[in-house]
C-alpha cells in the first residue's frame, strides 16, 4: 500500500503536461512517503499521449490513455482505483493552476481528518465562475451542511478507506464529483480541515467549458449534487 496516490486527470495538456509531472515528482520525493501519480488521459486530442509516453519505465508513474468520458467520471475512475491501494488520496488537475509545492500544507495537517481541502487563495475568475463556484457551495451548505470552504477544489487530500466508501453514493457519470463528496464528507460528520494554498491562472491551454455551457453545467452539477444528498 503507498502513504499516498495523487490522482490527475488530463485533456488536452501537452504544453505543460511534463513540468506538471515532474514538478509533482520532485516535490513528494523530498517528503518522506511512498507515492504514486496515477495520470488519466482522458482522450486528449493533442499529443499529450505522445508527452505522457515517456514515462513508461517510470515506476512512480502510471498512465492510463481512456476514451473521452468527461472530468468527473475520469476523476471516479481515478479515485476507486486509487483508493484500493493506498492510505490516502489526493486529487490535482494538470492545468498547474496549484502547484505541487503546497501539498506538504495538507500532508502536514492531516493527522485526526478524514480530508483536508484546499481553499484557492488570490483566485481571479469572471463572473460567471464566481456565480457558478456560489452555487455549488450554497447547495453544499443548505443540503449536507457547512465545513468545507471550496466545494470543488481540485486540490484535497482524503482517507481512502472514507472515501471508499462515499464513492457508493456517487454515479460513475456525475459531472462535478468533488462537490457531492466534499458534501458527504460533512453530511456523514467526517472531521475535515480547510487550507488555502495558492492558486494562480493557466499559462497554456485553454478552459474547456465557457459561456452558456458553463451555466449549462453549473445546472447539471447542481442537479446531481441534490440528487446524491437525498439518496445518500
Partial sequence: MKDVIVVMPVYNEEACINEVIDGWKEALNKLPVTYSLLVLNDGSRDNTAGKLAQYHNDPAVTVINKQNSGHGPTILTGY???????????????????????????????????????????????????????????????????GVKDVNCPFRLMRADILKQLL?????????????????????????????????????????????????????????????????
Fill in 168 to 232: 457508493e453514493r456517487i454515479p460513475p457519470d456525475t459531472f462535478a464529483p468533488n462537490v457531492a463528496i466534499a458534501g458527504l464528507f460533512v453530511l456523514k460528520g467526517r472531521p475535515v480541515k480547510n487550507i488555502a494554498v495558492p492558486h494562480s491562472n493557466r499559462q497554456t491551454g485553454e478552459v474547456s467549458i465557457k459561456k452558456w455551457k458553463l451555466f449549462k453545467a453549473a445546472v447539471t452539477s447542481f442537479a446531481q449534487t441534490i440528487r446524491i444528498r437525498f439518496n445518500a
Fill in 80 to 146: 476507486r482505483l486509487a483508493a484500493q491501494s493506498s492510505h490516502w488520496v489526493f486529487q490535482v488537475d494538470s492545468d498547474n493552476e496549484m502547484r505541487a509545492q503546497y501539498f506538504q500544507k495538507l500532508w502536514q495537517e492531516r493527522n485526526g481528518c478524514a480530508a483536508v481541502f484546499g481553499i484557492r487563495s488570490a483566485r481571479e475568475q469572471a463572473l460567471p465562475r464566481r456565480i457558478v463556484s456560489f452555487i455549488s457551495r450554497m447547495a453544499v451548505d443548505l443540503c449536507y451542511g457547512r
